[in-house]
């Protein structure tokens, strides 16, 4: 498998680990009532695995953007070409104003 589809797969699944984390966190502190709802509805745990899937794409696609964000490309030359910028001295000049009629 090609280095940066691992790359890609494993901030993918380092994402949705720190989702699952979070959900079970959530669950487990009973934010907003959550871990009481998963426990006490039929659908509980239906809402456990959408909100832990949905999660999971939202974290995973966050992870794959910093990692490929922060690589560097060691290939690349420093440096750079810049261009001198020369300075000039500002004059004030008169502008001409016309009155409205």
Same mark, same amino acid.
């Given at each position: 498998?090609?280095?940066?589809?691992?790359?890609?797969?494993?901030?993918?699944?380092?994402?949705?680990?720190?989702? $699952?984390?979070? &959900?079970?966190?959530? %669950?487990?502190?009973?934010?907003?009532?959550?871990?009481?709802?998963?426990?006490?509805?039929?659908?509980?745990?239906?809402?456990?695995?959408?909100?832990?899937? %949905?999660?999971?794409?939202?974290?995973?696609? &966050?992870?794959?953007?910093?990692?490929?964000?922060?690589?560097?490309?060691?290939?690349?030359?420093?440096?750079?070409?810049?261009?001198?910028?020369?300075?000039?001295?500002?004059?004030?000049?008169? $502008?001409?104003?016309?009155?409205?009629?």
């Amino acid at each position: 498998m090609p280095y940066l589809v691992r790359f890609l797969l494993r901030h993918a699944l380092i994402g949705v680990g720190v989702a $699952a984390v979070f &959900v079970a966190l959530l %669950a487990a502190f009973d934010v907003a009532h959550l871990g009481t709802l998963f426990l006490t509805s039929a659908d509980g745990p239906l809402a456990l695995i959408v909100l832990t899937l %949905a999660l999971g794409v939202t974290f995973g696609s &966050v992870q794959m953007g910093f990692a490929v964000m922060l690589m560097s490309d060691k290939d690349e030359p420093r440096g750079g070409h810049r261009h001198r910028v020369r300075l000039t001295r500002l004059v004030p000049r008169l $502008a001409r104003v016309h009155a409205r009629r």
